[in-house]
C-alpha cells in the first residue's frame, strides 16, 4: 500500500486550522480547495456531472485566468489516480498525529457545500473518503520519516519507505495489533531529534567526550552541540536524517578550531578525504550501539524495537 501525508490547511481565513482538521475527522475525508466559492464552476450547473468533468473544467477556467497550474495539477493527479482504496494516509494538527486508510474507490467532489457534511465556509472541493483511528498519536509514536515528511510545506505527497517497515506500522495499528521492529529498520523510524540525541550518547561512551549542554542552544547550522574530551580538546558533531547530504568543505574553518564529527543517516558525506581533522561516523556505527546499549537509551527509542 502507498502511504501518504496532507497537511490540513483551511482553504478560507473563516477556518482555523483545528476546527477545519476536526472537521475532517469528524466527517470522515481528506480534501483539497478549488471550491464552489472559487467561481470556476460557472456553466456546470447541473451537479450530477463528474468528479473529473469538474476537474478537466476547473483546469481550462485557471488556464484562461492566468493562474498557476502546477499544483492544481499535482494535487488532483494524486486524488484522481495515485491514491488507491486501502492506501494509509497521515494527518496532523497542534502535535497530534491521524492514520487513516482511503476507503473509496474514486475521487469525489464537493457539488452541495451549503449542506451538512462539507459547508461552503471549509472551500473543500475535491476529496477522498478516510476511515480514520480513533486513536491519537502523539509523535514519539509516530515513525520519524513520517514527521519528517511534513517539513515540506506541500499540501499532498507520499511518503517513501526503504522496505515495508512504514506500512507495517500502519496495517498492525489499523488492526489494532502490536509489533516490536528489527533495530535495522532504526533510519525511518526514528525522528530527527532522536537521532541526533542517540549519536551524541555514542560519542559520549565509545570516544569518551563530554556534551557541553549549553552549546546545543547555540543558533548554529554547522554543529549541533560540542563536546570535549578529558585533556581538554574540542569536538563538534553535524547529524543530517533522511536524505540529506553533507559536504565536508563547509566544515574545514571551523575544523581548525576543534575536530569535527559527520554523520548522516544515508552515509552521503563528500570530500572527506581533503580533512585529517573531520571524521564520518557511519551509519552501521550507530546500528551496532542501538543493538549494544538498547537498554539505556531514551524510552521513546526503546518503542520501536524488539530486544
Same mark, same amino acid.
Given at each position: 500500500m502507498n502511504i501518504w501525508r496532507i497537511n490540513c490547511k483551511p482553504g478560507s481565513q473563516l477556518v482555523e486550522h483545528k476546527e477545519s482538521f476536526k472537521k475532517w475527522i469528524e466527517k470522515e475525508f481528506v480534501g483539497i480547495g478549488w471550491s464552489k466559492e472559487e467561481n470556476f464552476l460557472v456553466g456546470l450547473e447541473n451537479i450530477n456531472i463528474s468528479a473529473h468533468a469538474i476537474k478537466e473544467h476547473i483546469y481550462e477556467s485557471l488556464k484562461k485566468s492566468n493562474y498557476r497550474t502546477r499544483s492544481y495539477i499535482t494535487y488532483t493527479n494524486i486524488l484522481f489516480n495515485r491514491m488507491k482504496k486501502g492506501d494509509y494516509i497521515w494527518t496532523r494538527c497542534d502535535g497530534i498525529y491521524k492514520l487513516g486508510i482511503i476507503i473509496d474507490e474514486n475521487c469525489l467532489y464537493n457539488t452541495c457545500p451549503n449542506e451538512d457534511f462539507i459547508p461552503n465556509r471549509y472551500q473543500i472541493g475535491f476529496y477522498r473518503k478516510v476511515k480514520w483511528?480513533?486513536? =491519537? /498519536?502523539? %509523535?514519539?509514536?509516530? #515513525?520519524g520519516k513520517i514527521i519528517a515528511s511534513f517539513r515540506n510545506p506541500s499540501t499532498l505527497q507520499k511518503v517513501y519507505e526503504n522496505k515495508n517497515e512504514l506500512s507495517l506500522y500502519c496495517k498492525i495499528n489499523i488492526e489494532n495489533n502490536s509489533i516490536h521492529f #528489527? *533495530?535495522?529498520d532504526w533510519k525511518n523510524l526514528l525522528s530527527a531529534e532522536d537521532i541526533e540525541e542517540i549519536v551524541g550518547l555514542y560519542l559520549q561512551i565509545e570516544k569518551k567526550l563530554y556534551i557541553y549542554t549549553s $552549546?546545543?542552544? %547555540? =543558533? $548554529?547550522?554547522? *554543529? %549541533? /552541540?560540542?563536546?570535549i574530551d578529558i585533556k581538554g580538546n574540542l569536538y563538534g558533531v553535524q547529524v543530517k536524517s533522511g536524505n540529506t547530504n553533507i559536504n565536508a568543505d563547509e566544515y574545514f574553518d571551523l575544523s581548525k578550531k576543534m575536530k569535527i564529527f559527520l554523520f548522516a543517516t544515508n552515509d552521503n558525506i563528500y570530500n572527506l578525504e581533503k580533512y585529517k581533522n573531520i571524521e564520518k561516523i557511519e551509519s552501521k556505527e550507530i546500528t551496532f550501539f542501538i543493538e549494544k546499549y538498547l537498554d539505556i537509551l531514551p524510552k521513546k527509542v526503546r518503542f520501536w524495537f524488539e530486544k
Amino acid at each position: 500500500m502507498n502511504i501518504w501525508r496532507i497537511n490540513c490547511k483551511p482553504g478560507s481565513q473563516l477556518v482555523e486550522h483545528k476546527e477545519s482538521f476536526k472537521k475532517w475527522i469528524e466527517k470522515e475525508f481528506v480534501g483539497i480547495g478549488w471550491s464552489k466559492e472559487e467561481n470556476f464552476l460557472v456553466g456546470l450547473e447541473n451537479i450530477n456531472i463528474s468528479a473529473h468533468a469538474i476537474k478537466e473544467h476547473i483546469y481550462e477556467s485557471l488556464k484562461k485566468s492566468n493562474y498557476r497550474t502546477r499544483s492544481y495539477i499535482t494535487y488532483t493527479n494524486i486524488l484522481f489516480n495515485r491514491m488507491k482504496k486501502g492506501d494509509y494516509i497521515w494527518t496532523r494538527c497542534d502535535g497530534i498525529y491521524k492514520l487513516g486508510i482511503i476507503i473509496d474507490e474514486n475521487c469525489l467532489y464537493n457539488t452541495c457545500p451549503n449542506e451538512d457534511f462539507i459547508p461552503n465556509r471549509y472551500q473543500i472541493g475535491f476529496y477522498r473518503k478516510v476511515k480514520w483511528l480513533k486513536k =491519537d /498519536f502523539v %509523535e514519539n509514536e509516530v #515513525p520519524g520519516k513520517i514527521i519528517a515528511s511534513f517539513r515540506n510545506p506541500s499540501t499532498l505527497q507520499k511518503v517513501y519507505e526503504n522496505k515495508n517497515e512504514l506500512s507495517l506500522y500502519c496495517k498492525i495499528n489499523i488492526e489494532n495489533n502490536s509489533i516490536h521492529f #528489527p *533495530i535495522a529498520d532504526w533510519k525511518n523510524l526514528l525522528s530527527a531529534e532522536d537521532i541526533e540525541e542517540i549519536v551524541g550518547l555514542y560519542l559520549q561512551i565509545e570516544k569518551k567526550l563530554y556534551i557541553y549542554t549549553s $552549546t546545543c542552544k %547555540e =543558533d $548554529t547550522s554547522l *554543529i %549541533e /552541540f560540542q563536546l570535549i574530551d578529558i585533556k581538554g580538546n574540542l569536538y563538534g558533531v553535524q547529524v543530517k536524517s533522511g536524505n540529506t547530504n553533507i559536504n565536508a568543505d563547509e566544515y574545514f574553518d571551523l575544523s581548525k578550531k576543534m575536530k569535527i564529527f559527520l554523520f548522516a543517516t544515508n552515509d552521503n558525506i563528500y570530500n572527506l578525504e581533503k580533512y585529517k581533522n573531520i571524521e564520518k561516523i557511519e551509519s552501521k556505527e550507530i546500528t551496532f550501539f542501538i543493538e549494544k546499549y538498547l537498554d539505556i537509551l531514551p524510552k521513546k527509542v526503546r518503542f520501536w524495537f524488539e530486544k
